[in-house]
């Protein structure tokens, strides 16, 4: 039993130090949760005094009211200091075993949502949050055993940015041509992939920093970040005015990490050692939390049809 256990230890590719990244990921995800609720708050009463139940996306002066609400800036804050922190946990460990932990802000929220608005949650929901869960807690522990971290190359970098442009161009025609028409479902899933470009594109200039790669090429790759993290915060918000918090999070926490990951594995090469079997592990955890989500807003006693 001994001899097993350290068997399996010994396979774990994560160091202790890279490790330090797991609890500093959770903590970020408590602050997400609450931020998120706050920002829904905001959303929700701006929305009920001064939108005109299109919801065909905030206007500029919506989000303008925005910044006079406390609970929004709250919010804003708590957000910004959970960015900081998930910031700080890709500082050590890999992107596909950190940014996947952000799962648990779905629960949280789930629980904090409930509360707050009475609004019981029932086994269906419950249900599609366990499925969800359980299918990232699939990839992380596969990613906790396998994943490899490594220096990233100008060519890599590059067509990361070329995927970024056509995401960005993709939904900004989707949402002007078809806004009247969409639901909570795109602006989450087009938030969600913006911020997993985000994250990748954070965790690719921490790691040249890391590695005193600092050239001007950097400067496009801040562009990008910044250009995305707006349209994606835009998104965002349009989402809270039509659907509920712990949707627009289960959203967000599966999604992120899934496009986040794709590109770790297809591009950055953070699964160049993963064993056949390990591939068909994260298939199964990735389709148990597309399931989940989608079961979710299905079935979500707020969820707007």
Known sequence: MNDQLSNLVGQISLTPYQAIGIPIALLGAVFLSIGAQLQHRGVSKVEGSYGDGSKSGLSWGQMMLLLRRPSW??????LAFAIVIQLISLGFAPLIVVQPLGVVAMVLTNVINSRVNGVASDARVRGSIALAVLGIGIFVAFSTVYAFERAFTDAQLLFIMWM???????????????RKRLRAMFYIVAAGTLYGFVVTITKVLINRWQSNQIDAFMILCLIGLVVAALLGGYFVQTAYSVGSPDLVIAGLTV???????????????????????????????????????????????????
């Open 73 to 78: 800036v709250f919010g804003t804050l708590l």
């Open 255 to 305: 999604i992120d990490p899934l496009v986040a990951v794709a590109i770790a594995i297809t591009v950055l090469g953070e699964a160049d050692h993963f064993p056949p079997f390990a591939f068909g592990g994260l298939a199964v955890g990735g389709i148990l939390s597309v399931i989940g989500v989608v079961l979710l807003a299905r079935h979500h006693p707020q969820t707007l049809h």
């Open 164 to 178: 970024l442009a056509a995401v960005i161009l993709t939904t900004c025609v989707s949402f002007l041509v078809f």
